[in-house]
C-alpha cells in the first residue's frame, strides 16, 4: 500500500516537469497520428493508440496516464469523429492510462520483478497490462456501456462481448509483438536522451 501511494505522489510530481509534460504531449500527438488510421466496423473499431497510452504511463506513471488517457480520447474523437461524444467512455480511457501506468512506472522499481532482468521483467508487465486493458476496458466497461446505452440496437451485452472476445483476441497476435518492441526501445531512448542532457549540464 505504501509503495503504490509513493507511486502516485511521484506520478503527481511529473506533472511540475516539463520534460515529462513534453513527452506526454508528444506522445498524445502519435495517438492522435494513430486515431488516423482507425478501422471502423458496425460494432467496434480497430486502432492501436494503446500504444502512446503504455509509453506514457511506463515514463510518467498512473496520473499522468490516467490524464493522457482522457485527452488521448478526446483528441481522438476530433481526429476521427464518428457517433456522439460520451464522458463516461473518457474516463475510462483514462482507467486504460491508469492500469498501464501502475504496471509500468519505471521509477517505481526499475521493473525488478521475481529476480528477473528488467527487460524481461518489462515484458512481463507489458503482457499483464494488455491482457488486464484488453479484458477489463475493451471487453467488459465497454460493452457495458455500449449496450446500456443503447449504442448497438438489438444486441445483448453477451452477444457483443462474444463479437469483440473474437476481434480482441485476434488483434492482440499483432498487440503483444508490438508492445514488447516498443516499449523497451522507448525506456531507452528515454534514457539515454536523459543521461545525455545530465552530462552536458
Do not use: H, W
Request: hydrophobic letters at 55%; proline letters at 3%.
Amino acid at each position: 500500500m505504501k509503495n503504490c501511494i509513493t507511486m502516485f505522489q511521484r506520478s503527481f510530481k511529473e506533472f511540475t516537469d516539463v520534460r515529462s509534460l513534453t513527452i506526454t504531449s508528444i506522445f498524445i500527438a502519435v495517438s492522435m497520428i494513430i486515431e488516423k488510421f482507425t478501422i471502423n466496423l458496425p460494432l467496434f473499431k480497430i486502432n492501436f493508440a494503446f500504444l502512446a497510452i503504455a509509453v506514457i504511463g511506463m515514463l510518467c506513471g498512473p496520473a499522468v496516464g490516467f490524464v493522457a488517457g482522457m485527452v488521448c480520447d478526446i483528441v481522438g474523437f476530433i481526429a476521427n469523429p464518428t457517433g456522439g461524444f460520451m464522458l463516461v467512455f473518457t474516463l475510462i480511457a483514462g482507467l486504460q492510462g491508469l492500469i498501464y501506468g501502475c504496471l509500468l512506472y519505471y521509477k517505481q522499481d526499475k521493473f525488478s520483478l521475481f529476480g528477473l532482468n528488467e527487460t524481461l521483467s518489462l515484458c512481463i508487465r507489458a503482457v499483464i497490462a494488455r491482457i488486464l486493458d484488453v479484458g477489463l476496458i475493451n471487453l467488459l466497461l465497454n460493452t457495458f456501456f455500449v449496450v446500456q446505452l443503447g449504442l448497438v440496437p438489438n444486441k445483448t451485452f453477451s452477444m457483443l462481448l462474444q463479437a469483440k472476445l473474437v476481434k480482441n483476441l485476434l488483434e492482440m497476435v499483432v498487440d503483444f509483438p508490438m508492445l514488447l518492441a516498443l516499449l523497451p526501445a522507448a525506456l531507452l531512448a528515454y534514457r539515454r536522451i536523459m543521461s545525455g542532457r545530465t552530462a552536458v549540464q
